[in-house]
Structure formats: C-alpha cells, structure tokens
C-alpha cells in the first residue's frame, strides 16, 4: 500500500501550488490546489475499503524499535479507525476548501489563509495516520501551532488575548500529554501502539511519584494523556479557546468545529485497549465529559452572541463525545463525532448563505401569536405525558429489543439510551412549544421521525461498532471497564431521571401558559445561576486573574527573594 | 590527521593570525566584515573537511556548529564602523572556544586551561569595558567571570576533588546555572554588536564540553546539588524572562533556563546522550537566531523597549516568517532541534522519574508563554503607522535562513550522527 504516504502528502502539495506563484494567478492556483485534495480524499475511501478487506496497513520509514531519531520516528499506521478518520477528514476538508476558495476570494492574505488550511488538513492526516505515540504528539503539537494561527486575526488587537489563552491552554494540555508518552515510555519502553498495549497489558507496574504515593502505570499514563485530549476537544475547564476564537473566518469555523476539535475523541480511540486497563481513568474521563456536555449546553442557552451559543453547543457535543468513551463506547464516540462534524460543517458553510439570504429579504418576526391557554386540562397532561415521555422510551427500548441490543449488560448502553430519551422528549417538547401547527400533529410527525431516526442511528451506530472494533469481546470488556459501582449507577439513574421528569413538568406546564409556583429560593437560585451560566461561569476572568496572579508572584520573587541573583 | 590528533594551537593561531590580518582593514568596515565572515567560512570548512574523523569529547557538532554561528551572526551586521570591534573579538572568541572544544581533555588540562581562563578574563574584561552605568547585572558578571577565572586557576593547581569543583564551577559560569548565571546574562544584555549572538552558544558549548569531562567524577552530594541548582534554575530562569519589557534579557534568562534543563539531567542521570550536545546546540543556535532577528529591528529603531514594537507581519513579512520560526524553534516544537534535543534527554532509559520531572517540565511549559509573548508583541496586532518599515537586507536575511536551516537540520536528523566522544 504505498500510496498510504500520498494522502498526507497531496494536501502540502496543494499548499504548495496554492503559495508559489504570482499575486495575479492565485485564483487559478487556489482552483487547481482543489484536485490533489480531492484525490486525497479518493485515496483514503480506496484506503478504507483496502483495510476493511485485509486488516491494518503499517508503513515504517524507521527501525521498530530502535528509531535513528527517536524525537520523530515517521511512519503510518491505517487501521479501520485511522481509515474512517481519513476519509472523514480529507471529505470535509475537501468541501471546506471548495468553499474557501471563493468565499475568501477579497480577503487580504488570500493564498496564505489557503495554503495555512490544507496544511492544517495535512496535519490532521498525518496525526490520525500515525505508526506511533511519538508521531502522533508531533502532529499534535503542530496542530496546537496552526489552531493558533488559524483560530484568530492576529491583526486584530483585542483578539489577541484570545489567540494567546487558546495557545497556553493548549500547551498546557501538550505537556500533560508530553509527560504521559515519556512516562508510557518508561514504563514500557516503547511507544508503538500495539506492543505498548500488549506490554501495558502483562506488566502490571505500579508508579510512585512522591513518597506514600502509588498509581498503577497505565492509569498515570491514560490521565496524563487523557489532559492532552481534553484541551484540544475543549472539555471543561480547558474549553476557553473555543468559545475565543470570535473573529476567525466561516470556513476556520467549519474545520475547527467539525475536524480538528474531534481530535481528542480519535487520541483516546487509538488508545482504547490502554483506556480499557484503567476503570479509574474512564469514570474521570465519564465525569469530565459529563460535566462538560451539561455545562456547555446550560452555557448555550443563556448566551447572547451566536457564535459563542455555537461555540458552547460544540462543547456540549463534545463532552458527549467523551461521556462516551467514558463509558467504554469507543466506536460510539466515533460514530458520534463523525455524525457531529458533518452536522457542524453543514451548519457553518450555510451561516454565509443565510445571513446573505437574510439581507436580502428581512423578515420581521410576527406578532400575532395566538394567545396562551388559560387552562391546562387533565388530559392534555396525560397526552403530552405519553406523547413526550413515554412513546419516546417505548420507541427507543423497541429498537434496541428489535435490533438484538444487549441493553441491561452494559450501563454504557442504558446511559446512552438515557440520553436519547431525554434528547428525543426536549426536541418534541421545543416544536411544541413553536406553535407553529397544533401540538398533536407536531407530536405525531416528531413520533414517526424519530421512529425512523432512531432504527437508523442504532442499526448504523451497531454496524459501525461491529466495523470498527470486531472482536465483540474488545467491546464488552471496554464496557466491563468502565462500568460504576451498581449503587451508584442507581442513584445517578434515578436522580436523573427524577430531574428530567420534573424538568417536563416544568416546561410543559410553561409552554402550555401555565404559571408554575416555585418557592422563593428556587427562583433566586434560577436567577442566580442564569447570571452565572450567562457569564460563561467566570471561568475566562478566573483565567485571566490567575495569569495576574502568576506575574505578580514571579514580581514578588524577582524583587524580593531571588533579587540578589539578578 | 585526525581532529583528536589537532593540537589546540592550530585554530588558535589561524583565527588570531586572521583576526590581526583583519586590523588591516580596521578604516574600511565592508571590507573587515568581509574579511570576517570568509574566516569564519574557511574555518567552518576546515572543520567540515575534519568531519568523520572526531574524537573529541562533545563530537564535530559543536565544531561544525560555533563557525556556522559566528559567520550567521556576522551576516546579520550592518557595516558600521561601531561594530567593527565585536567583528574582530567575534573571530577571537571563535578561535579560543575552537581551540577548547578540540582538546580531548576539557578545560582542564594545559592548553585548554589557559585558554578557558583567557576567555572567561575577556569575557570579565568586555562586561566592565561596555557596562551601562545604570545597570546591576554588568557587576555581577564581571563577579561570576572572576569566579571562574579563580575556579580554572585552582583547577590547574590541585587535584579531584578540589580541582573537579573548580571545573565544575567554571563550566557554571559558561553554561549558566545558578547563582553563578551573572556572567552569562551580562553577556548576552550588554555586550555590542553581534557578540551576544555568537556567545549565546559559544559559552553553553563550552560548558557542557567541561561539564562531560567532570560527569564521571561527581560525587552523590555533588549531583544532588546539582540537581536542586538545575530545578531552581530551569524555574527561577523561567520567571525571570517571563518579566522582562527587554528582548536581550528574556533570551539570557531563557537561557538560564533550557541551561538549567541540562544541568538537572546531567546530575540526575549521571551520563549524557548524544541528544545532549543537539540540546544545547539548538539552544544556542535558536537564541543566536532571536538575537540576530533583533539586530534588525535595533538597526532600524535602536535598542528599544519590546512593547513599542508591534504588528511587523504586514510591513515586514520575511522578517516575520523567519522570526516566528525561529520563536517555535525557541519555545521547543517540532521539527526544530531544540525538540528534538529535549525529547532525546527524556527518552533515555535511565530518566529517574520523580517530582523534579514536573518542575523540568513546567519550565518547558513556560517557554510557550514567555516566547509566544514576545511573538505576539513583535509579529501580531496593528502596526505602527508613525514608523518606516524596511523588511530584511540581503545578509539579515540570509542568516537568519541559514539558522532556521540549521534548526531544521538538527531537529530532523538522527542525533547518533553527533555521538559524544569518550573523556580521557
């Protein structure tokens, strides 16, 4: 398979025509640039199929083992996971350059801005592509760089305290990252993924960093790396940057939101058998992606800018993303974030279409909105009960019976399946609460939409799983590994169902005209915390007085304990 | 004749003979920075012509390295008669280092001890001769120079252990490490011309060429020492050039403390790989190129604070492309050799992994703030609209090529190339 090198490669070709030439043949370059990429993007669909057909393609520009330079040991590795990441990335990447070659036609640094994307793309290959942990630090390190310049407009002033959080955030999360590889290597000493997991697997090593501690090795390593994915797919409190980059163009939007920010779903994919030897590591990384998903998603609603409202809406979905792996449902994760970068880059590559669209016929909102019902009555409850609860339950658990999907033998399966209920009972409820035609007909539509929808995603998510990891006994010793105690699994079920089902009652009742009682506390509580949500938790301030905090700290040793060392 | 057969006098007396050569044309600069640069060119290809044959302690790297530095350094001078004095002691320098890495015994022994005391006296001697008045730092260079000019004396007279402590603390002096660093920050913030940039390597290399030498001696206590002096540094040297308004003094305390890195290592791990000399050599090489870079902007606006200098991208794009490399060589990415370097050090197999290892690492991180800082203060934002702009000369621009170059070179190619000789 020697053309496994050649789909890193044509994108920096690409770049290349894009870059050399003169002002007045841009145009024509940046069109040119499109073929390489898009027979980038034909080589990684040949790829998927020859992988799926024959196993893993290895390429090895260096001695296993015994790399010349071990700071870069250059090779590929394309697995069916590397496979679907190349695809994935070389066909968005590709309809994110068509885009962009005419969308930032006027704009000054025209060819700079498209030689900068297809390297970004480049990189991103060269990182899902990796032979090894080594390689893929590198490019993940490089990614860091070009999110950095792409992110932001360095011309801007005041975006440049953005652009400057973005990149020391990151460099943050790439040092954790750095000092678990070098740990991992260490331990095992080595850094090529199938022989660290088969090591990882047969030494149990237990690590002592300071007296009186003990961590066994793979945890260390997995948390380590595990900060490194959380600053680059924005996990809480690491996803400042995302919501920052304010000024970057449409198309930066579209990459970063739909390629580059899934980076940390892929690192702990291609880690998975290492994430599967340390349960403490997956319920922290269930815990993260948890917080995230709920904080990004009560952030989002209570902004009053649309990209930051989208900026949040992607850290929800990443959090997701990362509850998942969390809970051992690597593939899901993938399938997820495969799902969700189609969805994004769809959504910001529309944005200029409908702005423009918007321009052109302002359409004033109405203002003669039928007035509320006075009156709840009994049965309109009962109705709204089952058509939003219930049925959405009674569907999802259907096609998990019909499909074969072992639902009690994993708590992965039942916290997904959660989350589709409560996703599935809030996207009724919401074009209920439109009134744009009488609720049942929306109740009915949405019910047989989601019918179809759901056997879609569960078959498709089941085959994909199937495609990626298998070995089915890989996958349920994940979910083993991640599973939570029985008790605590319990209460956290319970708990959140309780809250989902008073937040119904809460809503319905409100949307239906319904003044809802609330005692006093609950209502300054409510308040309180739309305040906070509202100012994104303060967490950007917290940011930026730490960084104070720290200046000040370095000027108080430079002046008064160490002055005498100049 | 191999170069471990190469006596230290020979490329003392070329570079001496072709420095007093050199006053011939002390009234016509072009002419001296000329005479200058080939110099250090014929020398850089004397050493090349050498390469395969070394057997001296730090390897051909350094060897190879210090005339490329000197030459890239003078390529980035404007012809101006103030400069032509730190031309000639560029040469100087050049010769004498030269001289000291070719010795198979460090600086310890005869030739090299004279020779590592005659630069450590005109290293002293130059920091009181161009002192600002106003500044702390020149005295407490001038001091840490007497310091090491004592240690090479005492080295010469007695024997381990007082004499390896003495080598020790000369080669503190050189490569910088706590409290000891004085020498090498005066060196870098307030000598003229192109000098700060050439020794900003120069010294390191010599340091670390004593340092291998004094390794295999080192007591249990001596390298705890160390190893605490190398924490204190690597942070304390991080702290410091996250404070400082002036680009000089942020590279020599950057310096500080990517030196104390070494230091740390060489005392925990007690042997040094070959990634080492690629280290220090891209260390020196990436803050020679930053200095360099500056010497641009100070020929065009003077020696000015970093903040009234802003947004250069747009006027001055080659010289923005070139600084912004150089600056993620600085701050330790890949592919450039100070990564490399650094990933080296911590693959070896005998990296004790302990607390320390978060400080080392913490140091590194904060590369990525003080460097990036300067970056987007020089590079990004709005421009100045009450200044000119002329972006690179030809010879700026060239040497500041020939060092992303060699950041790239020494990044990307395997370090066995540099293998480290054996001390006798």
Known sequence: MWFVGLVPLLPVLAALVVMVGSRTSQMPRARVAVWPLATACLLAIGLLVAVAWRGPITVRFYEAGAPANPALPLGFYVDRLGAVMLVLVT???????????????????????L?????????????????????????????TWLLY???????????LLAAFRTFTVLRLADTAFLAGLV?????????????????????PVVFSPFPGVAIQGPTLVALLIFIGAMGKSAQFPMHLWLPGSLYAPTPVHALLHAGIINAGGFLLNRLAPLYGLSPVTLHVVFLVGMLTAMLGAAMMLTQNDIKKTLGFSTIGQMGYMIMECGLGAFALAVFHLIAHGLFKATVFLNCGAVIHQARQEPVVPRLDHPRDQAELARLTWITGFLSTLVLPLGILLAAHGVLAIPLFESQGTLVLLFFAWATSFQAILTLARLRAVASWKVSVAMLITLLLVVWTYLFAAERFTAFLYPDPGEVHRYFQAAALPGPLFDALLAGAILLTVLGWAYLYAQAHGRTVRLPLWVVRTRVRLYVLFMNRLYVDTLYDRCGSWLLRMARAIDTRSWGGLA | MTVGELSPVWPVAATLGGTILGLAGWVRPRALLAWAVALSLANLIG??????RSAVPTGLLFLVLAPSVACLSLLGQPAHPDNRAPWLLTLLFLGLGEGILVGRDGPGAGGGTILLGTILSLLGVLIYWYRAPSAASPWRGVGACAVGVVAVLVEWLTTPPTATVARLIASAVLFPLIPLHGGFVASLAGLPGNLPAFLAFLLPALGLHGLLVVLPELSDGMARALEVLGIIGTLYGAVKALLQPRMRMLLAYAGLSFGSILWWYAAAVRTLPAAAVVYVGAVGLAISGLLVAWYAIRARYGDTDLRAIRGLARPMPRFAVLFVLLALAALGLPPFGVYAGFMGLLLAPSLPLSGALLAILLGWLAASWYVLDLTQHLIFGEPRSDLRYRDLRPGEFTALVACVLLLLALGLLPPRLWALGQPT
């Open chain 1, 91 to 113: 066909g968005i990447g590709t309809l994110i350059y068509l885009y962009s070659v005419r969308y930032m036609q006027q704009e000054s640094g025209y060819a700079r801005f």
């Open chain 1, 115 to 143: 030689a900068t994307l297809l390297l970004a793309i480049a990189v991103l290959l060269c990182m899902v592509s990796s032979a090894n942990l080594m390689m893929l630090f590198v490019f993940w390190q490089l990614l």
């Open chain 1, 149 to 159: 310049l792409l992110a932001h407009r360095h011309d801007h002033r005041p975006t």
């Open chain 1, 183 to 203: 740990l991992a290597y260490a331990l095992y000493g080595t850094l090529e993924f199938e022989e660290l997991f088969v090591r990882a697997a047969a030494q």
């Open chain 2, 47 to 52: 050493f090349v012509v050498l390469a395969g």
